[in-house]
């Protein structure tokens, strides 16, 4: 079985809070006013699928770059509603978005459930509240332990997205958010290590030497060191490094941080000469 995601960037639609190392408009690649018009998303997926073979296949469509929860109900239909007919006919197995873990609740879960969605990514980034803090998250560890637990128990798959090399952070405080991560019951991953962007409050705490990005051998390392535990606890790392956007590639927004468009291939590779 293949698996493919269609995926749609609704940036920072529904964010509460600007987190100190975010800019995401360069991370996307898109402009908040260029989100996805319901004729817009049926479309899409139609191009999509004619490229995939008709058989042996699980296909997702994914809704990334925001807090798909704290976007209007009304609004999150429009982005759902032109994905049920794939669903309904077969060629589209599922949904998955990604949200704040304070963004979740029964009631949130009731509606995302009864619009075909089987997944959802928290955005945890850390489990520890002086690094969420330093951070700007606006959320607490206490939040991602209830919206684990209420996105399983209403039979959702669960990821959970984490950083390193956040403000205030260590290897053994990424670690243990890992452990966490499984403990809790997250069947996929994500890793991204924190990158210093123009325009960001992070950028700001760099120049002033407040901050310290992480160098490429030591961001490899901690990586390579977590996707082999995540192997040894069979969760699935669905990703490890930034998307290489065109604003990254080219330098004009970057100024410091483990950025390589191959960041995760030479983790994975580190990873499998670990015990």
């Not at 479309?43 to 058989?55: G, R």
């Not at 192997?231 to 790392?237: A, D, E, P, Q």
């Amino acid at each position: 079985m293949k698996y493919y995601t269609i995926p749609f960037f609704v940036p920072h639609r529904g964010c509460s809070h600007k987190c100190v190392f975010c800019d995401q408009r360069s991370i996307t690649g898109e402009l908040t006013s260029a989100t996805p018009l319901p004729e817009d998303i049926k479309k899409k997926i139609e191009t999509y699928l004619a490229t995939m073979p008709k058989s042996g296949v699980y296909v997702q469509v994914g809704f990334f770059g925001g807090s798909f929860t704290g976007i209007s109900e009304e609004d999150q239909k429009k982005f759902l509603s032109p994905v049920m007919e794939f669903l309904d006919d077969g060629r589209v197995k599922g949904v998955r978005l990604s949200t704040r873990p304070d963004l979740i609740g029964q009631k949130k879960i009731d509606f995302l459930s009864a619009h075909g969605v089987s997944c959802i990514e928290l955005g945890v980034q850390s489990m520890f509240r002086d690094v969420l803090d330093a951070s700007g998250r606006g959320h607490t560890p206490e939040h991602t332990v209830e919206a684990s637990r209420l996105i399983l128990k209403n039979g959702l798959d669960l990821t959970h997205q984490i950083m390193i090399g956040l403000p205030e952070s260590s290897y053994d405080k990424e670690f243990l958010t890992a452990r966490m991560a499984v403990d809790l019951g997250a069947s996929q991953v994500r890793i991204y290590p924190v990158i210093v962007m123009k325009g960001t409050e992070l950028a700001e705490m760099w120049r002033k030497k407040e901050y310290a990005a992480l160098e490429m051998e030591e961001a490899l390392e901690r990586s390579a060191k977590l996707i082999s535990f995540f192997r040894r606890s069979n969760v699935k790392v669905i990703r490890c490094g930034l998307h290489a956007s065109e604003a990254l590639l080219s330098g004009e927004k970057y100024l410091a941080g483990p950025f390589h468009q191959s960041f995760g291939h030479y983790a994975a590779e580190r990873a499998n000469k670990i015990c």
